[in-house]
């Protein structure tokens, strides 16, 4: 019993000083991307949409993919909520097959992969931003990854001990990060492969 409970204090003690620094250590947005082939904007909140899209409307990439949208959105409303240009009507895709953070990376993966393009700039939230490029790394290793985390609304990640939410929110996240480690490198084999097709017309479905 005392080897149990031994046990036992001491995963509880590396289970909270992993979430400590995990919560310490949240990337922060850069100044610059650089100069990527294009940008990924994954789904869960407007202010993924308006940063994604404002960084692609200045003129970086060469095109924009909003993965894990609904099958019943159209690209027209995402422009007006996200207050698309010119660049947006010519060259956003729309992916709908995304369902999870794994979705993502694999939608991802075969849009970079039919498009030749070697580096992306990835836009999510903050504290999204470890397990996605878990993901995106694990099926995308030859190409470039520039994270672009936004501040999620509502959300107070700087000081997360004050808010209850917050703590909650990366409580959640830190569990499936973990999760996402174990799978994508634990157990490399069960990521899925990538389709080796041509560029799929499905982004391009939303009128």
């Given at each position: ?155 107070d990640l700087k000081e997360w001990w004050r808010d209850p939410r917050a703590l909650r929110v990366l409580q ?36």
């Amino acid at each position: 019993m005392r080897i149990f409970l031994t046990t036992i204090g001491v995963v509880l003690a590396l289970y909270l000083a992993g979430f400590v620094l995990f919560a310490a250590n949240l990337p922060e947005t850069p100044a610059s991307v650089g100069k990527p082939d294009a940008i990924v904007a994954l789904t869960g909140g407007g202010a993924r949409l308006d940063a994604a899209v404002a960084l692609f409307e200045r003129g970086i990439g060469k095109r924009l993919l909003i993965s894990g949208v609904s099958p019943t959105t159209t690209k027209k409303e995402i422009k007006a909520l996200a207050h698309g240009g010119a660049r947006f009507d010519c060259c956003a895709d729309l992916g709908f097959e995304a369902a999870d953070t794994a979705g993502n990376a694999d939608e991802t993966a075969n849009w970079a992969r039919a498009h030749h393009y070697h580096s992306l700039v990835i836009v999510t939230a903050t504290y999204h931003m470890p397990r996605s490029l878990s993901e995106f790394r694990a099926r995308m290793p030859g190409v470039a990854l520039k994270p672009y985390p936004v501040e999620p609304e509502g959300i107070d990640l700087k000081e997360w001990w004050r808010d209850p939410r917050a703590l909650r929110v990366l409580q959640g996240e830190y569990v499936k990060y973990l999760a996402s480690m174990t799978i994508t490198h634990v157990m490399p084999s069960s990521t899925p492969p990538l389709d080796h097709g041509q560029p799929s017309s499905k982004p391009h479905r939303a009128s």
